[in-house]
């Protein structure tokens, strides 16, 4: 045998919210624990608003995060400030988290540019969504070569589902990112389903986390419906790449109970026992019931906090829907860093036209 190594399985709770082991320290926070569980509750709340907005036409096409709350609150809660987010379609909880607003997450599924404009500095210096699959991996290994670089203590935090990591530019990440040692973060969000295609036919391996064996670092898989053990490995991962061991593929393992997208009826093609059995292990209703074991949570605080996230989301549907139109040249502004001399000409006529269809509708 010239190498072995060991993929570790993280889990703390059961389906019901039992303990299943001894917990971290960390754990004996329950403040901590209250402030991520409300989060996820919030995450939930406005991930249904954004359905129902979508469904009566008032957004664009959008990715549900229903039943992987737990994966982007833990994600957003462990990182840094200074850290660099680099998302894909399906991060509103980690978003969230980062201090990007509800609003501005409608205005991006809205077709509006001031959604990629966040106003909270963390946020800020974050990627916007990616929607191509996997290519966000590369930008991620290109911020974190900066910071090896200019020896900042700074990680890059990727995310993906299980269909980006078939990607060449997925692979193509993994290898730079193994070859150079870069402080990154891979996190993958395993929810069984790229889109129609299940799992088990996409790749021949046992598990996703396998992949960075290959690539000559570290991965390891948690169960993506337990906060408490999501929060806990991704502390793990992003201090190890933080201080110059390398960097990490996390495997999440979760469900996707909702459609891909709003364009998507996943009932054509999912069993309906596989998503009922899915509902039983969800992360939510996980982490209420162990807290309500611990006898830090009930129904009268559950039914509170159910009314604080609804009247939130209330709001920030409010502010999207007051935010106007925006500047008929954000459709070209946001395409090149300097606008090149040859399509100058349509950005010159697309502001002429602009201001006559103004003036032809002032005079009404």
Same mark, same amino acid.
């Given at each position: ?26 754990a ?10 409300r ?12 359905? @129902?907005?979508?469904?009566?036409? %008032? *957004?664009?096409?959008?990715a549900p !995060? #229903?039943g $992987?709350? /737990? =994966? +982007? ?49 963390a ?25 090896k ?13 299980d ?30 389903? @790229?889109?129609?295609?299940?799992r %088990? *036919?996409?790749?021949?391996?046992? !598990? #996703?986390? $396998?992949? /960075? =064996? +290959?690539?000559?670092?570290h991965?390891?898989?948690v ?14 991962a ?56 611990q ?25 999207f ?28 006529? #697309?502001?002429?036209? /602009? ?10």
């Amino acid at each position: 045998m010239l190498h072995k190594v060991e993929l570790p399985y993280t889990r703390f709770l059961s389906p019901d919210g039992q303990l299943l082991g001894e917990l971290p320290a960390w754990a004996d926070d329950f403040n901590l624990l209250t402030r991520l569980y409300r989060q996820m509750v919030l995450t939930r709340l406005f991930d249904q608003k954004a359905v @129902a907005l979508q469904r009566t036409g %008032r *957004i664009g096409t959008y990715a549900p !995060t #229903l039943g $992987q709350e /737990a =994966i +982007g609150v833990a994600v957003g809660s462990v990182m840094h400030a200074e850290d660099v987010l680099i998302p894909y379609y399906r991060d509103t909880a980690v978003q969230l988290m980062r201090g990007v607003r509800m609003e501005e997450i409608l205005l991006y599924w809205g077709g509006d540019e001031r959604g990629s404009d966040f106003a909270e500095p963390a946020a800020a210096q974050d990627f916007p969504i990616c929607v191509p699959i996997a290519t966000q991996a590369l930008h991620a290994c290109g911020v974190a070569s900066a910071f090896k670089i200019r020896g900042e203590h700074r990680v890059a935090v990727t995310t993906c589902g299980d269909g980006a990591t078939s990607k060449g530019d997925f692979l193509e990440a993994l290898n730079v990112a193994g070859a150079w040692q870069l402080p990154v973060v891979f996190v993958v969000n395993n929810n069984q389903w @790229a889109i129609s295609v299940p799992r %088990r *036919i996409q790749c021949g391996a046992p !598990t #996703l986390a $396998q992949k /960075a =064996i +290959g690539a000559g670092f570290h991965g390891e898989q948690v169960d993506g419906n337990d906060m408490l053990a999501v929060y806990d490995r991704v502390q793990v991962a992003l201090e190890r790449a933080r201080h110059g061991k390398g960097p990490v593929l996390l495997e999440c393992l979760s469900y996707r109970l909702g459609d891909h997208t709003t364009a998507d009826d996943a009932t054509r093609y999912r069993p309906a026992d596989e998503v009922k059995q899915a509902w039983l292990e969800e992360p939510v209703k996980r982490l209420q019931r162990f807290m309500v074991g611990q006898g830090v949570w009930d129904e009268g605080r559950e039914q509170a906090l159910i009314s604080e996230c609804q009247g939130l989301v209330q709001r920030a549907v409010d502010n999207f829907e007051t935010a106007g139109i925006q500047a008929p040249e954000s459709v070209m502004d946001h395409v090149y860093a300097q606008w090149p001399a040859s399509l100058a000409g349509q950005r010159e006529e #697309l502001l002429e036209r /602009a201001a006559r269809r103004a003036g032809d509708s002032s005079h009404e």
